[in-house]
Antibody
Framework: QLVQSGAEVKKPGASVKVSCRAS????????IDWVRQAPGQGLEWMGW????????AYAPKFRGRVTMTRDTSITTAYMELSGLTSNDTAIYYC???????????????????WGQGTTVIVSS | EIVLTQSPGTLSLSPGERATLSCRAS???????LGWYQKKPGQAPRLLIC???IRPTGIPDRFSGSGSGTNFTLTIDKLEPEDFAVYYC?????????FGQGTRLELK
């Protein structure tokens, strides 16, 4: 499972760091993606982290503002977002990437285990 | 950069009916990377389909996916009351990995 840190309230211009602790599976085997949902909006993919190598890839919208890291000793991934504005008020989710194989041998990938979400409110 | 467009925006149906949700990609995508998620208020998203048509363990067989190239479909047979939610297609390939804007499946 993935367990995220608690809700945060931040001032505009501040940074927030959300943690995502993994348990029940080998942490370094599965990528971790981060997704957010602002109030009344759809799901928005932010980026992903390879917990083994530390490699990251970010959505263009967040490059320069987001940093994804991990601490393998405590099987925890982190997402830090800086320069917060009210538009960053959202629920932030971490999710585990997985690969599935069908009976016919076809392969598919997706995010199969999700954290419970962390509410981040940005308000002056 | 791939853009996913879902239709319709809202689908109004009754329990027992069949729902057909569409997802169109702005360019051809690998079938292994196209997935569908269910989202209910107050809950994390739930993976329903990956690899266009693969159902992870525990997903009821009334959910099925199909498609190729730029056109993909999620079909829900014999709608149950718990199926009324928002559904998103998603490209889980090379970055970026966009979601569609969602289809709201509502009770008629």
């Amino acid at each position: 499972q993935l367990v995220q840190s608690g809700a945060e309230v931040k001032k505009p211009g501040a940074s927030v760091k959300v943690s995502c602790r993994a348990s029940g599976y080998p942490f370094i085997i599965h990528n971790i993606d981060w997704v957010r949902q602002a109030p009344g909006q759809g799901l928005e993919w932010m980026g992903w982290l390879n917990p083994n190598s530390g490699f990251t890839a970010y959505a263009p919208k967040f490059r320069g503002r987001v940093t994804m890291t991990r601490d393998t000793s405590i099987t925890t991934a982190y997402m830090e977002l800086s320069g917060l504005t009210s538009n960053d008020t959202a629920i932030y989710y971490c999710a585990r990437g997985a690969i599935y194989t069908s009976n016919s041998g076809a392969r598919g990938s997706g995010m199969d285990v999700w954290g419970q979400g962390t509410t981040v409110i940005v308000s002056s | 950069e791939i853009v996913l467009t879902q239709s319709p925006g809202t689908l109004s149906l009754s329990p027992g009916e069949r729902a057909t949700l569409s997802c169109r990609a702005s360019q051809s995508v690998d079938t292994s990377s196209l997935g569908w998620y269910q989202k209910k208020p107050g809950q994390a998203p739930r993976l329903l389909i990956c690899g266009t048509s693969i159902r992870p363990t525990g997903i009821p067989d009334r959910f099925s996916g199909s498609g190729s190239g730029t056109n993909f479909t999620l079909t829900i047979d014999k709608l149950e009351p718990e199926d009324f939610a928002v559904y998103y297609c998603h490209h889980y390939g090379s970055s970026p990995r966009p979601f569609g804007q969602g289809t709201r499946l509502e009770l008629k």
